[in-house]
């Protein structure tokens, strides 16, 4: 999960085959737009803004993959949890059902973030909050725009 949580890739993805499979192709590059603003906001200036540590994952590094490098970016809030958040607000919107597939991948990605140690609890906890609060904003602002 937390691969597929880097750089906002899950949810650009899943808005990509939107423009390729949906009739509102306009709306899924909104989309695509909200998330890539959302990722770029999120893991720029309000990282900047704590600078928190993240937490020793020394004993958890070994076990990981080459590929799952641990990150060195501030560790509040969770990027991750923050696009997840912020995609499942949205999905929501269209879709109960989608909404609720999502808010289990959005939960996954929480817990995996916190298991590898790449986050304390309230990081993850402040980026599902942020990221959720996020995407109410950007619904108040493209609501028209996005897709139905």
Do not use: C
């Not at 695509?32 to 900047?48: D, H, Q, R």
């Not at 060195?72 to 929501?92: E, K, L, M, N, Q």
Request: positive net charge; without cysteine.
């Amino acid at each position: 999960m937390s691969a597929a949580g880097r750089y906002s890739m899950l949810q650009t993805a899943a808005a990509a085959l939107g423009v390729l499979l949906a009739t509102d192709r306009v709306g899924f590059v909104w989309f695509i737009a909200a998330v890539v603003f959302e990722w770029v906001f999120t893991n720029g200036p309000v990282k900047l803004l704590f600078r928190r540590e993240r937490p020793d994952a020394s004993d958890v590094v070994a076990m990981l993959p080459g590929w799952l490098h641990p990150p060195r970016s501030s560790s509040f809030p969770s990027g991750h949890s923050s696009a997840a958040a912020f995609a499942t607000v949205i999905w929501w919107s269209w879709s109960p059902l989608a909404g609720v597939i999502a808010l289990l991948l959005t939960l996954a990605m929480g817990a995996s973030r916190i298991i590898i140690r790449a986050h304390h609890r309230t990081d993850v906890a402040a980026g599902l909050i942020w990221g959720a609060g996020l995407a109410f904003v950007a619904l108040a602002l493209l609501g028209n725009r996005l897709p139905t």
